[in-house]
């Protein structure tokens, strides 16, 4: 499965995007029985998880953006949001949307880049 994040772009330390990840209709079916997740890797370093959402609704955060971004989903639309707020430079990631745990598959992300 082959998920597609978008929303990403250059903002200012301090400022906020919204992204999101609308799922691909293979699974629009089973969806709202998926858990899922929000991962970022920077240049020469490993992917991570930021966020995760259970089926029913259960979020999780890595210390690093606890406080700071909320994940959500609506499952009428087969979307997943990350709210991102007061933006560090270190926040600068490419970020990805999958299964939790991840599928195989990614999709290609969004930059988000944060000047301070």
């Known amino acids: 499965v082959q998920l597609q994040a978008s929303g990403g772009g250059l903002v200012q330390a301090g400022g906020s995007l919204r992204l999101s990840c609308a799922a691909p209709?293979?699974?629009?079916?089973?969806?709202?029985?998926?858990?899922m997740a929000w991962f970022r890797q920077a240049p020469g370093k490993e992917r991570e998880s930021v966020a995760s959402?259970?089926?029913?609704?259960?979020?999780s955060y890595s210390d690093s953006v606890k406080g700071r971004f909320t994940i959500s989903r609506d499952n009428g639309k087969k979307t997943v949001y990350l709210q991102m707020n007061s933006l560090k430079s270190e926040d600068t990631s490419v970020y990805y949307c999958?299964?939790?745990?991840?599928?195989?598959?990614w999709g290609q992300g969004t930059q988000v880049t944060v000047s301070s």
């Open positions: 999958n299964l939790d745990p991840p599928s195989n598959e």
């Open positions: 209709r293979s699974i629009f079916s089973v969806f709202r029985g998926y858990d």
């Open positions: 959402i259970t089926w029913n609704g259960r979020t």
